[in-house]
């Protein structure tokens, strides 16, 4: 079992940066990859960035490709996500979730979620 809490989450306007956190719990936390995902208002929880257990292989979807950064720190059972060039659209509750066994890209893929946090960019 991983615990995971979200943290960093707050209003920002357009074109600015925010860095969020994942952090887990457990010795093992390393050996699960970590996903990001958002869900907005009305719409479907969706897929941000993923990051292997060894952090050696990422994937992001073409929405937020150029501006989010995923990466984690494994001594610190932490994992990051730096975004850059904020719009309005990224408005929506963040949630980290991980599994195990190789990168997933969608919401069923994953076995632990934390409680998310709210990420706010007013234009």
């Known amino acids: 079992q991983v615990q995971l809490v979200e943290s960093g989450g707050g209003l920002v306007q357009a074109g600015g940066s925010l860095r969020l956190s994942c952090a887990a719990s457990g010795r093992t936390f390393s050996s699960y990859a970590v996903g990001w995902f958002r869900q907005a208002p009305g719409k479907e929880r969706e897929f941000v960035a993923v990051?292997?257990?060894?952090?050696?292989?990422?994937y992001y979807p073409d929405s937020v490709k150029g501006r989010f950064t995923i990466s984690r720190d494994n001594a610190k059972n932490t994992v990051y996500l730096q975004m850059n060039s904020l719009k309005p659209e990224d408005t929506a509750v963040y949630y980290c979730?991980?599994?195990?066994?190789?990168?997933?890209?969608?919401?069923?893929?994953?076995?632990?979620w934390g409680q998310g946090t709210q990420v706010t960019v007013s234009s």
């Open positions: 979730a991980a599994k195990n066994y190789g990168l997933g890209y969608h919401v069923d893929d994953y076995d632990y």
């Open positions: 990051i292997s257990w060894s952090g050696g292989s990422t």
